[in-house]
């Protein structure tokens, strides 16, 4: 069964709205998360490190204002795109490094789809 | 959004026949390298990983096989299979913080 669970699948937003994206853990407790975007045939940009109860850690680039992440418990990571511009819209996906593993989980992705 | 001119190499293999997927990592201080496998619209979907301590490893109809002094992963996929269609990704990183760096990216496509 799935060891990270996503959602939602798929959001299309009018510009200037926010976005929640969640992740979930659900096999184990994930001290550490992922968050990449992903644009048409290309690869995974990481755009952040999500520890539980703390600051997220951004890649130089990316808006700390602009992509809110919460790592609030070690079982969610929520990912917010505050006010959604059309520029926004990518494939977002996270994935989960768990305490005594190895491997790392992705979810299912979010396709953002900003009008 | 897609940027001009961007395409994925692409590999085009025979169904039954096998395929091998290359990939130049960049950091010599890599010691952790995977291999992920992504449909269309799905995240990536972990397929077979290898420490730097080792030079190949196998799974059920893969092999991924490890050159450090050149820096060079590359997955081989036995007897491909139509489900074998997507695009195949390598990730280094170092299992000190699991920060991957991704690979370009391959597009396998089966022909029947």
């Known amino acids: 069964g799935a060891v990270v669970s996503q959602h939602p699948s798929r959001v299309i937003c009018k510009s200037g709205t926010s976005v929640k994206i969640e992740c979930r853990s659900l096999d184990f407790q994930a001290t550490t998360m992922f968050w990449y975007r992903q644009f048409p045939k290309q690869s995974l940009m990481l755009m952040a490190t999500s520890n539980e109860g703390s600051k997220a850690t951004y890649e130089q680039g990316v808006e700390k204002d602009k992509f809110l992440i919460n790592h609030a418990s070690l079982t969610l990571s929520t990912l917010t795109v505050t006010s959604a511009h059309p520029e926004d819209s990518s494939f977002y996906i996270c994935?989960?490094?768990?305490?005594?593993?190895?491997?790392?989980?992705f979810g299912s992705g979010t396709q953002l789809s900003v009008l | 959004g897609e940027s001009v001119g961007l395409h994925l190499p692409t590999l085009s293999v025979q169904e039954g026949d096998n395929s091998i997927i290359n990939c130049a990592y960049s950091?010599?201080?890599?010691?952790?390298f995977i291999w992920y496998k992504q449909e269309s619209g799905k995240g990536p979907q972990f397929i077979i990983d290898i420490r730097s301590n080792m030079d190949k490893r196998q799974g059920q109809r893969v092999t991924v096989l490890l050159n450090k002094t050149v820096k060079h992963l590359s997955l081989q996929i036995a007897a491909t299979q139509p489900g074998d269609s997507a695009v195949y990704f390598c990730a280094e990183t170092k299992r000190s913080n699991y920060q991957l760096i991704w690979g370009a990216g391959t597009k396998l496509i089966i022909k029947p």
């Open positions: 994935s989960v490094h768990g305490t005594g593993g190895e491997k790392l989980f």
């Open positions: 950091n010599s201080a890599s010691d952790y």
